[in-house]
């Protein structure tokens, strides 16, 4: 019963990428750690392998259309996977646990929430990106490339494909016209996932039958989510994905609320611990 939940589960992230085009890894790493009982640093490795896949299939009826930039996913994207090979293996260290994984996902699901539902409230097309910093530089692409870096490291550390920051950084520092930045983005989240992947092959354990049932499922998804994407509002689209995020990210806080507690605790023994040795004194 477990499975089938959370592959019906998977065909919703198909049906996220399908109808908003992205927001795949935020489903991915969830319905994997919280559902599947994978843990945290096996799932988000797994997350880069489904919505990379997943990814690369969007990117065709794109790439079609006339509406991929090459040249700028090769540049940005280089930068991407370099940062996103650094955070897996930051990620790999010993200091860092999968529960600060999973906390760092959740403040960037909060991040992304905000984003969506902002930008869901703007009344025109023209006014899609007023709420994103505007770019003071005289090089854009040394700020376009910093970006990418940082993208990647987030990628590599916690699986999120970063499409909430990706097309913006396309649009205004790269001069990527909307409907390109959309499907560059996609080819952009493909290079992130293959880099980060090969940052996490052989540090952590991967259920290789999962992942591609998950595939199979998510890619069935998209269908429909393309489909249904004509008939609902983007607008209407992204207002509700972003409170579903914000809900999703309180549920991941509040799995890892023991973590909160333990560092309290921890708090507490230290300051007793300097009371007494002051008495001592």
């Known amino acids: 019963m477990i ?3 959370g592959h019906l589960l998977a065909v919703g992230i198909g049906l996220s990428l399908g109808l908003i085009g992205g ?6 790493l969830p319905i994997l750690v919280y559902v599947m009982g994978v843990a945290p640093k096996s799932a988000i ?3 880069l392998v489904i919505v990379g896949t997943v990814s690369l299939l969007g990117v065709i009826p794109h790439w079609k259309a006339g509406n991929v930039s090459l040249k700028t996913a090769l540049v940005f994207g280089g930068a991407t996977m370099i940062g996103a ?17 999973m906390l ?4 960037m699901m909060v991040l992304a929430a905000g984003f969506m539902i902002q930008k869901s409230a703007k009344r025109t097309r023209s006014s899609e990106l007023d709420f994103y910093p505007k770019p003071v530089c005289k090089y854009c692409w040394l700020w376009l490339l910093t970006e990418g870096i940082g993208v990647g490291v987030l990628t590599g550390l916690v699986g999120v494909g970063g499409g909430f920051a990706i097309v913006p950084a396309l649009v205004l520092l790269g001069r990527v016209p909307m409907k390109q930045a959309i499907g560059t983005s ?7 996932s293959v880099a980060g992947f090969l940052g996490y092959l052989g540090q952590v354990p991967l259920d290789w039958e999962l992942m591609g049932s998950f595939i199979v499922a998510a890619s069935l998804g998209t269908i429909p989510g393309a489909y249904l ?27 890892n ?17 300097i009371q007494q040795s002051s008495r001592q004194l």
């Not at 760092?104 to 403040?107: E, N, R, T, Y």
């Not at 004509?230 to 799995?255: C, D, E, I, S, W």
């Open 3 to 5: 499975w089938i939940i």
């Open 23 to 28: 927001g795949g890894s935020v489903l991915a």
């Open 45 to 47: 490795a797994m997350t």
């Open 85 to 101: 090979f650094v955070g897996a293996k930051i990620a790999a260290l010993p200091f860092v646990s999968g529960t600060f994984q």
């Open 104 to 107: 760092l996902f959740a403040v």
């Open 186 to 192: 996609l080819l952009v989240i493909v290079l992130n």
């Open 229 to 255: 994407a004509r008939f609902v509002p983007a607008r209407r689209l992204q207002q509700t994905f972003g409170y579903f995020l914000l809900a999703v990210a309180a549920f991941v806080l509040a799995q």
């Open 257 to 273: 609320r023991h973590s909160f507690k333990l560092s309290q605790s921890h708090n507490s023994v230290h300051a007793q611990v």
